[in-house]
């Protein structure tokens, strides 16, 4: 289907369900995470308490395990509140931060992927090898360099998450200057987003929770709803680039801007920005 | 007394206090909480430690206790920094978030309530309604849609509320679109507030902190100084929508001028909007 | 050496090695304490579970302890990182935030400097006060107006701040209106910064973060790598006032200038602003 009549679709099933979605997420980005769930036309549970996940998660729509902070009750919480919305049947998104990066990480990650079914599993480039191969070469919360997505490996990217999405049953994302969302038969190629989006903390998350709202309103479309979602998101980051620009503003303007043309964003507005490529 | 008088000398005693307001909080609005408390003329301590909120309650002139996460630790420090601000005599509000949502949660909250004394208890409809009848219907951390405040059930929830007051001792602030601010006897109905205020998340726990800084300077009238505060947040509410449209801003900007107007609200400039009724 | 030749080579160093810091931040500032590391060139890791803290800290340049909260498990990963990072020889900075103002707290902070040595230890005057003393009179988080720092005291805080660094074997940093930045032989009276610093939440951890950045990529300069990181934060500070009276912005606009303005500082710009005197 035309990527620009799927984005329209998407956006309105956004408008019509409103959909409510949980979120266990990470002290650095929670705040910002809410805002922009509610930005994209979602309403936030942050909920985290392991004696109240599931009630909880049993209120919402969709459920995003964002994996920044690991502490014991929080991966109790992400179990308990996951295999609750694989009951329901609600899309969950898994943000696997730092994936690679230390033994403890790697545990917590693994033990969450063997418990839960995702949707959609959203990451860099190092965290997603990571998870396909077991082994690779985090630079902490950051993509290694050597890993990045160039026209020469692109190719071979496809196939390792297509390879990752045919073991999990998910969707993947890979985030990066090109970004691939693949399940295991079809990719998307996504050239949206900007440079300066790596210059503020938790855009990634950010974008983790972007995906539980166009997904938790798409459960019949999780691969075409993240394609729009990760063009949109990236797409609010060029605008708010150029918007720094006018405003000779730094990170702090380029920050709110981002969450300003997220919020302002549509089916129509995506058309104009869109640089999407599917095969 | 006039209610542009009330605001006047509820705005000296804050500048002459500079209360210092001890908040626990949660950590999706806990930065939002400290810097709306010195926008609005207090200064924040943020310590939710139990081994030492009993010290640092001791060194405040009131304490906010924010329910928006209740992990044994912080329910544990919220009772002992309670009981010691009761001792002291500080004002101590409450925001009982997502009252009705879970049981562990409605478990947390009354075993707060039965420790300490509240000098505010400050929710949306649905979390008031449940501590007033223990029962009702959240939609997590916002108000059910069949309880919202109209012209018609408005007499029914201002008796709700005194109800409430008279059990507990506390004023009881009912936010939404019209506002309820009442104790046993009196009640003031506020229009003041924005829509929008409700697209970015934080705002009803910012209230709470907001209440905290001008109860504390003003503890010989609870009362007034909560439909103060009320109407001059929501005011503020107003005055950041306005300046969205002028500038063409979204939910980012808007977050930001919202704090931008409680930094610049006086009782001259709240006399411009407030919108209040007494009865 | 020249100030303004310093702040070329420590500009250059970080724009050379790009370092990556990790954090133990508190709560209510971590998120600003990630956008300004980012903002001043460097890359955050705010990681604080123990089991994970060494493996993180090894793949960092710095590390940064805020000790703004103190649960057990918090204080137990400061130790660990803070070891680790001592044997591996990275810059390692103290922000002993609200020292002197409880019991647990103080305790908290004790062990910390017992079991890791540091590069640099910055606070407000009764902060450092009551670690040079063992005691003092903080008045929660904020410096108590008795201890200021004025052009009569300026002489005997600054031998104070001597002796504590002879002690400690740390640079030490005393925020305020005139910041102190001493080793055992040398210090600099910087007086940048503007009040309106005080108006918003986390300026001190913030700065603390900034210190990591500029320490962790000029190891062999502390002093003048501090005074530097010192005197660009308290210029931003100063543009951003500027910028909220161009603007009529309140505190809201002041924290995302502040934030931009860091982003945009570097060696030329300093040039213009810097007021330090070296003695």
């Known amino acids: 289907m035309d990527f620009n009549k799927t984005a329209e679709i998407v956006y309105g099933n956004i408008e019509k369900v409103k959909p409510v979605i ?5 002290i650095v980005a929670v705040n910002d995470c809410a805002n922009v769930t509610l930005a994209c036309g979602g309403s936030p549970i942050m909920s985290d308490y ?3 996940v599931e009630d909880i998660t049993s209120l919402c729509n969709g459920f995003v ?11 109790e919480s992400m179990i308990l509140a ?12 898994l943000d696997p931060v ?8 790697n545990a917590a990650i693994f033990k969450v992927l063997d418990n839960v079914k995702f949707s959609v ?5 190092s965290e997603i090898k990571f998870l396909a191969t077991g082994s690779g070469s985090a ?28 073991k999990t049953g998910a969707v993947i994302a890979i985030s990066g200057e090109t970004d691939i969302i693949a399940d295991d038969k079809q990719a998307y190629i996504i050239k949206n987003g900007h440079a300066e989006m790596a210059k503020i903390t938790g855009t990634g998350c950010m974008l983790s929770s972007v995906l539980g709202v166009f997904c ?3 459960p019949e479309n999780i691969l075409g709803a993240s394609a729009v979602a990760v063009s949109a998101y990236g797409y609010a980051g060029e605008l708010a680039y150029k918007k720094i620009l006018q405003t000779d503003g730094g990170t702090g303007s380029f920050r709110m801007y981002l969450m300003d043309y997220v919020s302002k964003m549509n089916a129509k507005l995506l058309e104009e920005g869109a640089k999407v490529e599917s095969r």
Request: no cysteine; glycine share 10%; hydrophobic share 40%.
């Open 50 to 52: 392991p004696q109240e």
């Open 98 to 105: 730092g994936a690679g990066a230390a033994k403890a990480r």
């Open 65 to 75: 395990i964002n994996m920044g902070h690991i502490y014991d009750y929080l991966v």
């Open 82 to 93: 996951g295999k609750r919305s694989n009951l329901l049947g609600h899309p969950v998104i």
């Open 121 to 125: 599993i959203r990451g860099n480039i």
């Open 216 to 218: 938790a309103a798409n």
């Open 139 to 166: 630079k902490g919360v950051d993509a290694d360099e050597k890993d990045l997505v160039t026209d020469e490996n692109i190719e071979s990217v496809i196939a390792l998450a297509k390879k990752l999405s045919k």
């Open 22 to 26: 949980h979120n266990i997420s990470n």
